[in-house]
């Protein structure tokens, strides 16, 4: 049998490829998913986007330049000097995201179907208390 981290390493990168594979089905990269899940959200200007997200605003423009010209984001001027761009989803921004979030949901269904809600439960639990005992050490 594994130990309990490594075990949750092989998972991960299970769980990643799948990621990788249902983000690649609808043209995008991981990363551009979470960009696209921020904007849906709200998350409109960089500098809102940057701070949510953490990323630094070299990185954050190549993402939304590589979304705008995909066409699953627009922008538009909000500032005099055309500086400032507020960003939103385009229709087909919002169907991609409603593709990833029905494929996420499928994917989870499928490797939770022979748990039952206890096991579930008792799972957030463990792995909730798991990042709090790491977060503590590190």
Do not use: C, P
């Not at 990323?55 to 005099?80: A, F, G, P």
Request: proline residues 0%; aromatic residues 6%.
């Amino acid at each position: 049998m594994k130990q309990i981290l490594d075990a949750l390493q092989v998972a991960e990168k299970q769980y990643r490829t799948n990621l990788i594979q249902m983000a690649k089905g609808q043209g995008v990269t991981v990363a551009e998913w979470t960009l696209l899940g921020y904007v849906n959200d709200g998350y409109d200007t960089q500098d809102k986007l940057s701070k949510g997200m953490a990323l630094d605003n070299s990185t954050l423009s190549r993402q939304l330049k590589s979304l705008v010209k995909k066409e699953l984001v627009e922008s538009e001027v909000i500032s005099h000097d055309n500086r400032q761009l507020r960003y939103r989803l385009t229709q087909k921004g919002l169907d991609t995201m409603t593709a990833l979030v029905d494929a996420q949901a499928e994917f989870n269904k499928q490797v939770f179907s022979v748990w039952s809600d206890e096991e579930k439960r008792m799972m957030e639990i463990l792995l909730n208390r798991l990042d709090k005992s790491i977060n503590k050490i590190a």
